[in-house]
């Protein structure tokens, strides 16, 4: 399995909104559990959201729940970060990552150790 990232939107404001998509290769996606990190300037990684492999289980760390969306198109191969409402602690390189069959809840509480694939990262910058 093998993961990237892509980034729409560009450039956001504080208040704005962006949409990350990890486009995953291989035939066996939709065994996988997706998680989305992220790592802002001199800190660690961190958990941001993850949904199961069927899409039926979600989780988000509090600092984003409520403002960001993870779904997936099993169809697609595809895992998205929807981000409304951006605040610029929100600037991080972002990486999607994945792990086969397992709670969400694991993805959580493991972070950053465990994910079986990473994507490369993409930058999202908030401004002020």
């Not at 404001?13 to 790592?39: E, V």
């Not at 929807?82 to 990486?95: C, F, G, H, I």
């Amino acid at each position: 399995l093998r993961c990237s990232c892509r980034r729409w939107g560009g450039l956001v404001q504080t208040g704005g909104s962006l949409r990350l998509s990890c486009a995953a290769s291989g035939r066996t996606f939709s065994s996988y559990s997706m998680g989305w990190f992220r790592q802002a300037p001199g800190k660690e990684r961190e958990f941001v959201a993850a949904i199961s492999w069927s899409g039926g289980s979600t989780y988000y760390a509090d600092s984003v729940k409520g403002r960001f969306t993870i779904s997936r198109d099993n169809a697609k191969n595809t895992v998205y970060l929807q981000m409304n409402s951006l605040k610029p602690e929100d600037t991080a390189v972002y990486y999607c990552a994945a792990r086969f069959l397992v709670d969400v809840v694991i993805i959580a509480t493991a972070g950053n150790y465990g994910m079986d694939y990473w994507g490369k990262g993409t930058q999202v910058t908030v401004s002020s």
